[in-house]
């Protein structure tokens, strides 16, 4: 083929690729039925400001837990958020416990069958809501009634239920008393570590502060991370990597220009 005409089509295979790429293969932010759904995040009325709805998205994208327990639900934005993440990770069931389940606005089809709410309150009615998702519970949003005593006596509760390396997530973490709530259950209760406050725009509401996420994750303080790429590899149905050190400079960039790996590989690797 003439060349000229052979770098024309490759011209327009490339401009036909970023248009599908840049518009046509794009998520529709806001339609709940596509991948990605962080449009879940602009969904009204919720009590969270914006930054930290945007995080609850990414973390539980990030985190792919299984079973998640919300404790304080009402219109149920943090629900839907939650919710719609596990349906992009293909994986996921959330249990909300709230002892008012008027004001719960999601219609089911934004909630993709993951989402059960349960009516009670805590701390006592904490151990029907675990018993609802069948198994340890790997990430806990804590936000319900925003007082020091409430928060202690919340997380006191949901310690039992928590799965090794489980995350604990808490909203209005500005609030003194909640900070103070936080601290003493933390100190009382070994295995916890403080993965600090995720988010940095406090809403003043003199004399406390609301809005904030404070992420702890709970046991499993070593992070396995070669677990981790192991349940990656099989969820892809591909075989895990050996973690020979001969891979440990392994880069297909670096090493097609000669940098990286050196050698061909050894017999064990
Ligand atoms: C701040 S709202 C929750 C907002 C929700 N997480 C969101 O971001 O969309 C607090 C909710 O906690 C609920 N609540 C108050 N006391 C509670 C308790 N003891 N147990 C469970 N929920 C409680 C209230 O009924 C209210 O709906």
Redesign the pocket.
């Known amino acids: 083929m003439d060349e000229n005409l052979r770098r024309k089509l490759r011209k327009v295979r490339d401009e036909l690729l970023w248009l599908y790429q840049n518009s046509l293969g794009r998520p529709r932010v806001f339609a709940l039925s596509s991948m990605e759904r962080i449009g879940s995040v602009y969904r009204r009325p919720?009590?969270?400001c914006e930054p930290d709805k945007i995080m609850l998205y990414a973390l539980v994208r990030g985190l792919r837990p299984e079973r998640a327990l919300?404790?304080?639900?009402?219109?149920?934005?943090?629900?839907r958020i939650i919710a719609s993440a596990m349906e992009d990770n293909g994986t996921g069931k959330i249990v909300g416990?709230?002892?008012?389940t008027e004001?719960f606005r999601p219609r089911p089809s934004e909630l993709h069958g993951r989402y059960q709410l349960v009516k009670?309150?805590?701390?006592q009615?904490v151990p029907t809501a675990a018993a609802a998702l069948g198994g340890p519970i790997d990430f806990v949003?804590i936000?319900?009634?925003?007082t020091h005593d409430?928060v202690f006596a919340?997380f006191t509760a949901v310690l039992p239920f928590l799965a090794p390396g489980a995350h604990v997530l808490f909203?209005?973490t500005y609030h003194q008393g909640i900070d103070t709530a936080i601290r003493e259950v933390m100190g009382a209760n070994a295995g916890f570590v403080d993965c600090g406050i995720l988010t940095r725009n406090p809403e003043i509401k003199l004399p406390v502060l609301y809005q904030g996420l404070r992420l702890l994750r709970y046991g499993d303080t070593e992070v396995d991370n070669k677990k981790l790429m192991r349940e990656a590899c099989e969820r892809n149905g591909v075989k895990a990597p050996s973690f020979h050190p001969y891979y440990n400079n392994w880069d297909d960039w670096a090493n097609g220009i000669g940098l990286g790996v050196k050698g061909d590989p050894p017999q064990d690797a």
């Open positions: 919720s009590d969270m919300e404790v304080g639900v009402r219109w149920g934005g943090s629900g416990l709230d002892p008012d004001p009670g309150f805590s701390p009615d949003l936000d319900a009634l925003h409430a919340d909203h209005d």
